[in-house]
């Protein structure tokens, strides 16, 4: 039997010596979750929290965003979700300027994501993954060239 692209490319992530970053959520001890082996693309944060931010599974403590211990069977810690509610480069921190302003982003919080400020997807510390629209995000990519400096991203796997 002829194995998958996807196949390949997870026994070779696991034969280049890589693990799986963590969770970047503060309390969370999982690993993130994978997006597509093919292209070793993965997210920022494990499947249990996607689901508790996705569908509100949490109480918000001094404006954070809290996952209750047992709120779901398998988490065992209060996890503080490190997304945001807005586009972090509202300060422009990015060299470019926001189109929509901080406040205005509760309406359209589907358009905002997780982002690596580096580039580096293997980079999971809470200090390197930002929240920034899509705007934001595009524009950055391109940039910077995120594409490109995204290393393990960039292997030949066709
Ligand atoms: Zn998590
Ligand atoms: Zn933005």
Redesign the pocket.
Known sequence: MVETKSAQAKKQFYADGHTLPK?V?DG?T?DVVVREWKNWSIKS??T??IDCRKNKKYTIQNNKKIIKKGSKRSIIND?IIHKKDFCENFNSHLGFKCPVNKEEWSNFAESLDLDHLDGDHMNNFPINVKTYCKLCHNRKSKQTGDWNSNKPSRRKID
Do not use: G
């Open positions: 969770c959520n969370c999982k944060e494990c249990s929290c996890i």
